[in-house]
């Protein structure tokens, strides 16, 4: 069975950096065409993704974001690290996890629970 | 950047087919994806590669895929339907989700 987990701060200050961690089990970061992505959601409004990592280390961007993001995978620990500077009112949502396989056409599943965070000083 | 387009809502009675559209350009040369999303939850994929189920997921979810426009469809829509639906797909080596399309039903 595969699970995902989303975890790290729920409240973050206007400015800050935001480290957010998805610890994974059923499947390896080491296996080949594996990766990981991780998408957000503010309240009431759409998916867009953050990034993602495959077992190779290629990683993939969103484009309104990908000069705030930075993706690194830790596979000893089966972690998936997203890290997100000066972070904004704006960035208040949830933010999931999902594994992804490189495939044609390739799509999310399964996803994490989501966590939630708020920018607020 | 490449940008998906659905219909905000989209209302059908019990039993009825819902139709769920999601316009891009040349949609046609891309493979779509759909999730459900239901309040407080996750997403789930209910359609990949445009018109392929994942285990467990009810044969009455279908996808096609032509011209500019995928479509989802729901046969005999039932009340545990009711949820927010994204497409997805690729372009220019990353993904691009759709605004999504919260369908009631009534």
């Known amino acids: 069975q595969i699970t995902l987990k989303e975890s790290g701060p729920t409240l973050v200050k206007p400015t800050q950096t935001l480290t957010l961690t998805c610890t994974f089990s059923?499947?390896?970061?080491?296996?080949?065409?594996?990766?990981v992505g991780w998408i957000r959601q503010p309240p009431g409004k759409a998916l867009e993704l953050l990034a993602l990592?495959?077992?190779?280390?290629?990683?993939r961007y969103g484009p309104s974001l990908m000069r705030r993001v930075t993706i690194t995978k830790d596979t000893s620990k089966n972690q998936v690290v997203l890290r997100m500077t000066n972070m904004d009112p704006a960035d208040t949502g949830t933010y999931y996890c999902?594994?992804?396989?490189?495939?044609?056409?390739?799509?999310?599943?399964?996803w994490g629970q989501g966590t939630l965070v708020t920018v607020s000083s | 950047s490449y940008e998906l387009t659905q219909p905000p809502s989209v209302s059908v009675s019990p039993g009825q087919t819902a139709t769920i559209t999601c316009s891009g350009d040349?949609?046609?040369?891309?493979?779509a994806s759909w999730y459900q999303q239901k309040p407080g939850q996750s997403p789930v994929v209910v359609i990949y590669q445009d018109n392929k189920r994942p285990s467990g997921i009810p044969e009455r979810f279908s996808g096609s895929n032509s011209g500019n426009t995928a479509t989802l469809t729901i046969s005999g829509t039932q009340a545990m339907d009711e949820a927010d639906y994204f497409c997805q797909v690729w372009d220019s080596s990353t993904v691009v989700f759709g605004g999504g399309s919260k369908l009631t039903v009534l």
């Open positions: 040349k949609m046609r040369d891309k493979f």
């Open positions: 999902a594994q992804i396989r490189a495939m044609p056409g390739s799509w999310f599943a399964p």
């Open positions: 990592i495959y077992w190779d280390d290629d990683k």
């Open positions: 059923g499947f390896s970061l080491t296996t080949s065409g594996v990766g």
